[in-house]
């Protein structure tokens, strides 16, 4: 009979680690490869029953793929930290894992909370994340943000979300938006993207209309509004860094754009 491996990957979530890993109880085997928290972080999850392996943080596909290499189980759930499953959503799982038809790898539906108050709009209401996989069928791409699952086989979705609650304050929102927008503009750098002054001036503005307007951002009310202006704002973010970028590859011709020297040092 086929088993389970749930990974989450940590650095510093006590805050929610005991919750998520609560959530998690139906696997067969439950691992946390973490990056050297300070925040007993390693303690919490050793109490609720996971493995914890610590491994330096490079980027998240390059950490999630050595974690998955370690499970000992034929199938792979991979939860962040700030994810949970629902009992309808755990169940769906097991009948999955227990079933011999079942395809390579499954994608998962979201629902995000920002606040603490769910976005149904605003784009947010298509996301979906390919989470559980057979462990020799897939990897992550190896690449620094938005990490890609390939799967070397069938995909299929499962028909039950799990939530996310990717913000829990506008603090934790300021953290993340400068460490995405950096990692995004050096991808979009290696990738050979360029801004213009124009686009400087119009991307977000068109970003904000976009999420507000067209997706349905004014739906959501307060929250929608304000998670549409903070699209903009991470919008202009990554495309000032894409430009710093530019301006030091100008003017230093031996430096690569992604800010580093093209002879790899």
């Not at 006590?14 to 490869?33: N, P, S, Y």
């Not at 400087?200 to 929608?224: C, E, I, N, S, T």
Request: glycine share 6%.
């Amino acid at each position: 009979m086929s088993r389970l491996t749930a990974i989450v990957t940590t650095l510093n979530e006590a805050e929610q680690i005991g919750e998520t890993l609560k959530r998690l109880d139906f696997a067969d085997e439950l691992l946390v490869v973490d990056s050297f928290s300070t925040d007993g972080t390693e303690q919490l999850a050793r109490e609720h029953g996971a493995v914890v392996l610590q491994h330096e943080y490079r980027s998240p596909a390059a950490q999630k793929n050595w974690a998955i290499a370690r499970a000992g189980t034929d199938w792979v759930l991979i939860v962040d930290a700030d994810e949970w499953v629902t009992p309808a959503l755990a169940d769906e799982i097991r009948r999955v894992v227990a079933d011999p038809d079942a395809r390579d790898g499954y994608e998962i539906k979201r629902r995000n909370f920002f606040l603490g108050h769910e976005i149904r709009h605003c784009g947010w209401q298509n996301d979906r994340v390919l989470r559980l996989f057979r462990k020799d069928r897939a990897r992550y791409a190896e690449r620094q943000v938005h990490e890609v699952m390939a799967v070397d086989g069938r995909v299929g979705r499962l028909r039950e979300p799990m939530l996310h609650h990717s913000y829990r304050s506008l603090d934790d929102y300021w953290k993340k938006l400068r460490r995405y927008a950096d990692w995004n503009a050096q991808e979009a750098c290696r990738q050979g993207r360029k801004v213009s002054p124009l686009y400087l001036m119009l991307h977000p503005a068109l970003r904000f209309v976009k999420a507000y307007l067209v997706q349905g951002g004014f739906l959501d009310g307060a929250h929608g509004l304000v998670v549409s202006l903070l699209t903009a704002v991470y919008a202009a973010a990554k495309d000032v860094k894409i430009w710093e970028l530019q301006q030091k590859a100008t003017s230093d011709p031996t430096r690569s754009p992604a800010g580093g020297s093209d002879d790899g040092q």
